[in-house]
């Protein structure tokens, strides 16, 4: 059965840091995976899709990698902004297609 | 096209009504996706579709759950004899997948959140 993990649950970082979240999932047969961005109470936005022969994708500040064999994902942001504070989560396809996700890690930028 | 739209984004009701919430996906979408949220946890899956066809159901949706996507468009999940372990937020989701593995982004809706009193 896949479970996906993200680490750390909670992170507050001054403006303008660099970033890291992790997220480990327990079968390497995955298809693809997401990220996601959502605010409080809100939908969740789309940040980044990696499919599982890729290493890496970029958007803006954002920069996903993925290692599939170790069964990780890092996301990491760039010069960290207030409007980044909301909640991160990863999400895996394998086996069946629906997404599997993580409880997610939620972020707090400090101006 | 404006993205996934959901309707209605809350809905209190008392304990024992039935609910009904509607998805509409992104036009063209050919797969859609329920989940479920509760606080603090990321979504759970109910169940997905493969245009018209409901391909997988999760067991957490129970007999009093059920889900239509008549004509392969919008989608309606209605919950019967709600309980108050329903309280949650229910999400919808779209992509434009073919038959095969998932290899295209997946598009969630705002979501309805439901509160049972």
């Known amino acids: 059965k896949q479970e996906v993990t993200q680490i750390p649950a909670a992170l507050s970082v001054p403006e303008g840091e660099n970033l890291v979240l992790n997220c480990s999932f327990t079968?390497?047969?995955?298809?693809?995976l997401q990220w996601f961005r959502q605010d409080p109470g809100k939908g969740l936005t789309s940040l980044l899709l990696?499919?599982?022969?890729?290493r890496e994708q970029t958007s803006g500040r954002l920069n996903a990698s993925l290692d599939k064999s170790s069964g990780r994902s890092t996301l990491y942001i760039a010069a960290s902004q207030p409007g980044d504070s909301a909640t991160y989560l990863c999400?895996?396809?394998?086996?069946?297609?629906?997404?599997?996700f993580g409880t997610g890690t939620r972020l707090k930028v400090l101006a | 096209d404006t993205g996934v739209s959901q309707d209605p984004r809350h809905k209190i009701t008392k304990r024992g009504q039935n609910v009904t919430f509607r998805c509409d996906p992104i036009?063209?979408?050919?797969?859609l996706y329920w989940y479920r949220q509760t606080l603090g946890q990321g979504p759970e899956f109910l169940t997905y579709?493969?245009?018209?066809?409901?391909?997988?159901k999760s067991r957490l949706l129970s007999d009093r759950f059920s889900a239509e996507r008549p004509k392969g468009s919008f989608s309606t999940l209605e919950i019967q004899r709600t309980e108050q372990g329903d309280s949650a937020m229910y999400l919808c989701?779209?992509?434009?997948?073919?038959?095969?593995?998932?290899?295209?982004?997946?598009?969630f809706g705002q979501g309805t959140r439901l509160t049972v009193v």
């Open positions: 989701a779209s992509s434009l997948d073919g038959t095969g593995p998932p290899d295209t982004e997946a598009f």
């Open positions: 079968d390497s047969a995955i298809y693809n």
């Open positions: 990696i499919q599982s022969s890729q």
């Open positions: 999400a895996v396809t394998s086996g069946t297609y629906k997404y599997i």
């Open positions: 036009s063209e979408h050919n797969r």
């Open positions: 579709f493969q245009n018209e066809a409901q391909l997988e």
